[in-house]
């Protein structure tokens, strides 16, 4: 299903209507057709994606079924869970209050979490820790707690989960020297955001993120009404061909500490404008916050071959060779979902992908993703 362009476009369309333009509409339908193809390849529930141009979204499409037991065809109004993606929104409200001056990047964790010192540390580091250490992923921590159940439970006691994993939870590094993903680091960013603001963590960044960007269908808990939308998720058996529902389902009352890190359910529309928020420089979000997120630690790739690939604040990036960025992003995924949003902070483009199955032909789609936001950007 493709998404009917409205009337905002227009003026973009019309801007377009050159041979750039031209170009731009045989990228668009290109992507469109490798996009069909790979998921009529993996022939198991649904692809959604969107590309977005100049801050806009320009072209949504769904191939396959959001519910494939009732043959209910997905469309980009259905509503996925984007797992790790959620990362980048808790960053980015942590950009907002440090740009109003609410909280500082370089606080010390235990200002805001005293029970941090009672992380496993040998070797004294627990006090080193900053929020800037568990935004850009070099507090040294674990990428999972080792609390049984720690990612289970209802979605009321992630608190409580987070707490109890810290004793769990052990220091592998001297925070701000390597880079090393953690689940748990940004679990427990968030409990303390909300306690350095004194308001829920949930009711904030719907204040101050989802609301101003009118993003009506992205949340952590879903209404009776959002529910009806929700995507099937599909996951699959790591043993054989086969595909489980119930996991994912179970998942929806609540999935433990995993909040802050992974917990946004949304649609295509929504992170849309997220995405062009993260681009464009009239946006709800002020410039420098968008500086801020962009800030990456010099010296430390996520990656020991490749020095151009960065950690900023929730956002991945690829640098060129004199540093500028050639693409920033995130992925996610979770029991039954996989999802990926790439974008350029310069030209405004980008491309989101959301899937409600966790098994296919190899991530194809993503890897199409990216050579089309290239090609979009190389206009």
Same mark, same amino acid.
């Given at each position: 299903?493709?998404?009917?362009?409205?009337?905002?476009?227009?003026?973009?369309?019309?801007?377009?209507?050159?041979?750039?333009?031209?170009?731009?509409?045989?990228?668009?339908?290109?992507? !469109?057709?490798?996009?069909?193809?790979?998921?009529?390849?993996?022939?198991?529930?649904?692809?959604?994606?969107?590309?977005?141009?100049?801050?806009?979204?320009?072209?949504?499409?769904?191939?396959?079924?959001?519910?494939?037991?009732?043959?209910?065809?997905?469309?980009?109004?259905?509503?996925?869970?984007?797992?790790?993606?959620?990362?980048?929104?808790?960053?980015?409200?942590?950009?907002?209050?440090?740009?109003?001056?609410?909280?500082?990047?370089?606080?010390?964790?235990?200002?805001?979490?005293?029970?941090?010192?009672?992380?496993?540390?040998?070797?004294?580091?627990?006090?080193?820790?900053?929020?800037?250490?568990?935004?850009?992923?070099?507090?040294?921590?674990? !990428?999972?707690?080792?609390?049984?159940?720690?990612?289970?439970?209802?979605?009321?006691?992630?608190?409580?989960?987070?707490?109890?994993?810290?004793?769990?939870?052990?220091?592998?590094?001297?925070?701000?020297?390597?880079?090393?993903?953690?689940?748990?680091?940004?679990?427990?960013?968030?409990?303390?955001?909300?306690?350095?603001?004194?308001?829920?963590?949930?009711?904030?960044?719907?204040?101050?993120?989802?609301?101003?960007?009118?993003?009506?269908?992205?949340?952590?808990?879903?209404?009776?009404?959002?529910?009806?939308?929700?995507?099937?998720?599909?996951?699959?058996?790591?043993?054989?061909?086969?595909?489980?529902?119930?996991?994912? !389902?179970?998942?929806?009352?609540? !999935?433990?500490?995993?909040?802050?890190?992974?917990?946004?359910?949304?649609?295509?529309?929504?992170?849309?404008?997220?995405?062009?928020?993260?681009?464009?420089?009239?946006?709800?979000?002020?410039?420098?916050?968008?500086?801020?997120?962009?800030?990456?630690?010099?010296?430390?790739?996520?990656?020991?071959?490749?020095?151009?690939?960065?950690?900023?604040?929730?956002?991945?990036?690829?640098?060129?060779?004199?540093?500028?960025?050639?693409?920033?992003?995130?992925?996610?995924?979770?029991?039954?979902?996989?999802?990926?949003?790439?974008?350029?902070?310069?030209?405004?483009?980008?491309?989101?992908?959301?899937?409600?199955?966790?098994?296919?032909?190899?991530?194809?789609?993503?890897?199409?993703?990216?050579?089309?936001?290239?090609?979009?950007?190389?206009?």
């Amino acid at each position: 299903m493709i998404m009917k362009l409205n009337k905002t476009l227009l003026p973009i369309l019309l801007l377009l209507a050159t041979a750039p333009a031209v170009y731009a509409q045989s990228v668009l339908t290109e992507y !469109r057709t490798q996009i069909a193809e790979v998921a009529a390849e993996d022939s198991i529930a649904s692809i959604t994606t969107g590309v977005i141009v100049g801050g806009e979204l320009v072209q949504a499409d769904s191939f396959g079924c959001a519910d494939c037991e009732t043959d209910t065809p997905a469309t980009p109004q259905h509503i996925y869970r984007v797992g790790s993606i959620s990362k980048t929104m808790t960053s980015t409200l942590l950009s907002q209050l440090v740009h109003e001056g609410v909280i500082k990047l370089d606080d010390k964790l235990t200002k805001y979490i005293p029970e941090a010192s009672g992380l496993i540390d040998e070797n004294d580091w627990a006090g080193e820790i900053t929020l800037r250490h568990l935004a850009n992923h070099t507090s040294g921590l674990d !990428r999972e707690p080792a609390l049984e159940g720690a990612a289970r439970g209802p979605i009321a006691g992630w608190k409580d989960k987070i707490i109890a994993s810290i004793p769990t939870t052990s220091i592998n590094t001297k925070p701000g020297t390597k880079y090393a993903y953690s689940n748990i680091g940004y679990g427990i960013l968030g409990l303390a955001i909300e306690r350095a603001t004194g308001e829920p963590f949930m009711d904030l960044i719907q204040r101050k993120l989802f609301d101003p960007l009118g993003m009506e269908n992205t949340t952590f808990v879903l209404s009776d009404e959002q529910m009806k939308m929700v995507s099937t998720g599909y996951q699959g058996n790591p043993n054989d061909d086969t595909f489980d529902s119930e996991r994912p !389902r179970l998942d929806h009352s609540g !999935r433990g500490y995993k909040v802050p890190n992974g917990g946004v359910y949304t649609t295509v529309a929504d992170l849309a404008k997220y995405l062009g928020a993260l681009t464009d420089d009239n946006s709800v979000l002020p410039v420098e916050v968008k500086t801020l997120i962009h800030q990456y630690p010099e010296g430390i790739s996520t990656n020991p071959d490749n020095p151009n690939s960065v950690y900023g604040l929730g956002v991945t990036m690829t640098l060129s060779n004199d540093g500028e960025i050639l693409r920033s992003g995130h992925g996610g995924s979770v029991a039954g979902y996989t999802a990926w949003m790439g974008y350029n902070p310069k030209h405004g483009n980008g491309i989101i992908l959301l899937r409600n199955y966790n098994k296919g032909g190899g991530y194809k789609d993503i890897t199409i993703a990216q050579e089309i936001l290239t090609k979009l950007n190389n206009m």
